[in-house]
């Protein structure tokens, strides 16, 4: 089943294999995006390769290789799959501070 969740930086997912990931990053002139996986691995999809992703939404995560903290949600609108968001949650984006 792909997926229908429009990407959202800050925004965190499972795989059916049980990676959790964030979203990192979006490049609107690429139509790609990253992720970057819970063990601090990062991976840039295509938006079409996004759009067959078998996910769900989970609740940001708050420790792992590197500290993550809430920060204000950036929103980006893509138009190439069709999307709908759960229930509002924090948004997390990582700043490089490791406190």
Same mark, same amino acid.
């Given at each position: 089943?792909?997926?229908?969740?429009?990407?959202?930086?800050?925004?965190?997912?499972?795989?059916?294999?049980?990676?959790?990931?964030?979203?990192?990053?979006?490049?609107?002139?690429?139509?790609?995006?990253?992720?970057?996986?819970?063990?601090?691995?990062?991976?840039?999809?295509?938006?079409?390769?996004?759009?067959?992703?078998?996910?769900?939404?989970?609740?940001?995560?708050?420790?792992?290789?590197?500290?993550?903290?809430?920060?204000?949600?950036?929103?980006?609108?893509?138009?190439?799959?069709?999307?709908?968001?759960? %229930?509002?949650?924090?948004?997390?984006?990582?700043?490089?501070?490791? %406190?």
């Amino acid at each position: 089943m792909a997926t229908e969740f429009e990407p959202r930086v800050g925004d965190w997912y499972r795989t059916i294999t049980g990676d959790n990931f964030e979203i990192v990053a979006l490049d609107l002139d690429d139509d790609t995006l990253e992720i970057q996986y819970f063990d601090g691995m990062i991976e840039e999809l295509d938006m079409d390769t996004w759009c067959e992703l078998n996910i769900v939404p989970i609740e940001p995560r708050k420790t792992g290789p590197a500290l993550w903290i809430s920060s204000a949600m950036i929103t980006v609108s893509i138009s190439k799959c069709t999307a709908t968001r759960p %229930e509002a949650a924090p948004s997390t984006v990582w700043t490089g501070k490791t %406190e």
